[in-house]
């Protein structure tokens, strides 16, 4: 098949090398040249995906089989017309279009779905936003409706810190959608990120549960399998199930949850493509890591299973500098580290912040996970970017 690829960061690089493996032809594309992606596929494309007449001029050009969005900036409604011309959008124009904005798939899940989601309100001018406050109560957390990588959100502790808030989240927002979701702040114990895999004429399948670390709505490391009790784990996969069957098509998902002991599971957010805190399954962790399950629901492959055959953690190596020429010092550190992989992106610019590559370290089931998490984080934190 011939796919395009809208979107060539780290997750599609090795989303690009699984269906390379598989014999597939790829056009990756993004808004500047020589990203990661690009790097390993057939062709490449440069061009912002948030020009629709751009979008589709690619389209024409390329006529590729099947359409398979990496990022969040694209104009998605697009995506409907290239469907209607019997190209397939993956999973489904319907999913790409409703994940891209927090209100549409909250929407769905909580007033259509009936799933358990934390109290919210939306708000397009800053009065509606104080307003959201008052009815929500400190503390809160507000996002734009239309980011990603966390860009735009934070948690709002006093009345003092609204203006601040807001103009970070108007600054943080992407596309053409001046709004933002006001949700009330659970204090749930952990958090968690199912992968979730959608196939055609088959059966939904569920990775063993991620948990994860967040700065700022942004993935800092994972682990899995995180420990759940059954009941919680059920409920997570009764939800999963629920939203991405209402949203249709075929690949893998990326879907979290808050979990509280008190409270029980709340959906939090939804991706229909893989997942950054997946990364952890670059550790060997299933018999298939989410790429190349996503890649085989793409094409329509059977997946018989997913076992769990280790444990694992990942942590990401940041940027701490700008640059336009990244170097890297502490590879050998890592490397020289057993049961451990390093993955360097290929970005060609670092920014502060920026996330440059990925430790993963694996060891068996019965290991201590806080020992592996701690090893991870400490062999990460000896690159550094130059």
């Not at 659970?186 to 958090?191: A, G, K, L, R, V």
């Not at 997913?306 to 940027?319: D, F, K």
């Amino acid at each position: 098949m011939k796919i395009l690829l809208l979107g060539s960061g780290e997750l599609g690089k090795e989303f690009v090398i699984a269906c390379k493996r598989l014999g597939q032809y790829v056009v990756a594309c993004d808004k500047y040249d020589n990203a990661p992606a690009m790097q390993v596929a057939d062709e490449r494309r440069v061009f912002s995906m948030l020009d629709g007449d751009a979008l589709m001029q690619v389209v024409n050009e390329v006529k590729p089989d099947v359409i398979v969005p990496e990022i969040e900036a694209i104009r998605t409604e697009k995506l409907y017309e290239c469907e209607r011309n019997g190209i397939r959008v993956v999973p489904s124009a319907k999913a790409v279009n409703y994940t891209m904005n927090r209100k549409a798939i909250r929407e769905l899940a909580h007033t259509e779905l009936g799933l358990k989601t934390a109290n919210y309100r939306y708000a397009k001018t800053f009065e509606e936003f104080r307003q959201a406050a008052d009815e929500i109560g400190y503390p809160f957390i507000v996002k734009p409706l239309m980011s990603s990588s966390g860009h735009g959100q934070s948690k709002v502790d006093t009345p003092d810190e609204l203006l601040t808030a807001w103009n970070c989240a108007a600054e943080g927002a992407r596309g053409d959608i001046a709004e933002v979701i006001v949700e009330q702040f659970i204090p749930f114990d952990y958090e968690i990120t199912l992968l979730t895999v959608t196939q055609k004429d088959a059966p939904t399948l569920f990775c063993a549960p991620i948990g994860h670390v967040q700065k700022g709505g942004d993935y800092r490391e994972s682990f899995q399998p995180r420990a759940m009790k059954p009941e919680h784990l059920k409920a997570a996969q009764e939800m999963a199930a629920k939203v991405t069957a209402a949203l249709t098509g075929q690949g893998i998902w990326g879907v979290e949850f808050f979990v509280s002991e008190k409270e029980g599971v709340i959906f939090s957010e939804l991706s229909p493509r893989p997942h950054d805190t997946g990364m952890v399954t670059l550790a060997g962790t299933q018999n298939l890591n989410k790429f190349e399950l996503h890649a085989r629901a793409v094409l329509h492959l059977p997946i018989p299973e997913i076992t769990q055959e280790r444990q694992g953690a990942s942590a990401v190596i940041l940027s701490g500098v700008e640059t336009h020429n990244p170097q890297y010092t502490g590879m050998a550190d890592v490397t020289a580290a057993q049961r451990t992989y390093l993955r360097i992106f290929g970005k060609p610019e670092a920014h502060v912040g920026r996330r440059m590559g990925v430790v993963v370290c694996w060891d068996t089931l019965d290991t201590d996970q806080e020992q592996l998490r701690d090893k991870c984080k400490g062999l990460a934190a000896k690159v550094s970017v130059k």
